[in-house]
């Protein structure tokens, strides 16, 4: 359990299933109250629904971080219910691979929107709280949930790659602006773990070849890689993990 944690006020991005719900989840059950936002709107109150009941503090807000309004009026109805927040998990995500030669600017559209331009949204809306935290002694965490595939190179998932190296240098060039003002700014970087995203690949050779990923070794948990995010959170505030790779054992 992370004790530290009670005192904290978080957002949860992508908090309507796998790392973001599980996520969710165990910051909740250590105390701390959690917003979470997603666009499936029934998902995100069951979970509140569930951390309730076992006696947890959770707020559910549908919002589609590719929409710079929904985002705006995700931050307002969180600062409504709970005021400004010290603790940021920009998790949400879609993976989408094809062949570059496929030429799908639909796809790319929506990575590039959601896993970068929607993460530098979702800062948007809460970096002054996160400053604001801080300056007041109390400790602020940025944590971005980047991937693997931010170093490794994967044929057909380059666009994907490509928005997760850009999530990964944004956290460490933004560790460089806020680190000064004593925020934390972390990358979680997993392997292959089991959860909805590969539900929205198009492509039926590039599904099997996931699901011949997932038949071949056991992947992590969304409960895995939520440990790790808890652990990040909880050091000291003078410890800042900036970055963290967590793949499954038997993943090269
Ligand atoms: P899931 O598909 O289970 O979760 C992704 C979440 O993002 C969903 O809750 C989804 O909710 C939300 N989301 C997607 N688009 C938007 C949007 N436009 N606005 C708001 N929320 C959105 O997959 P994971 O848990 O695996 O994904 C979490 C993160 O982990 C992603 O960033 C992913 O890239 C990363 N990752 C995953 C790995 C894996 O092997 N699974 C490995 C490495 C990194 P909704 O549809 O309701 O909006």
Redesign the pocket.
């Known amino acids: 359990s992370y004790p530290a944690l009670a005192t904290r006020t978080a957002v949860v ?8 719900a599980a996520t969710a989840r165990l910051l909740a059950a250590n105390g701390a109250r959690v917003a979470l ?4 709107t029934d ?1 995100i109150e069951a979970l509140v629904a569930e951390i309730a009941a076992a006696g947890g503090q959770a707020l559910a807000v549908t ?4 929409d710079q309004d929904s985002v705006d009026a995700a931050a307002a109805a969180v600062h409504d219910a709970y005021g400004p927040v010290d603790l940021v998990v920009n ?5 989408l691979p094809n062949p570059l030669a496929d030429g799908r600017i639909d796809e790319w559209t929506r990575m590039i929107d ?2 970068l331009t ?1 993460a530098l949204r979702v800062i948007r809306a809460f970096t002054a709280d996160l400053t604001a935290a801080a300056a007041d002694g109390r400790t602020a965490d940025l944590v971005n ?1 980047s ?3 931010a170093h490794v190179v994967f044929p057909d998932y380059a666009v994907y790659g490509a928005t997760k190296a850009a999530l990964t240098q944004l956290s460490t060039a933004l560790r460089a602006e806020l680190g000064p003002r004593d925020v934390r700014v972390s990358a979680v970087e ?4 089991d ?3 590969g539900g929205h690949i198009d492509n039926p050779a590039l599904r099997e070849q996931l699901g011949g990923m997932f038949a071949a070794i056991p992947a992590l948990t ?1 409960e895995d890689v939520a440990d790790l995010i808890a652990y990040t959170v909880s050091r000291p505030r003078h410890v800042n993990l900036r970055h963290q790779v967590v793949l499954p054992t038997r993943q090269a």
Request: net charge positive; no cysteine.
């Open positions: 991005t992508g908090a309507a299933s796998g790392m973001g936002l997603a666009r499936r998902r919002a589609d971080i590719t998790n949400a995500g879609v993976m959601t896993n929607g949930v991937s693997i595939g997993p392997g292959l773990t959860t909805e995203l969304a």
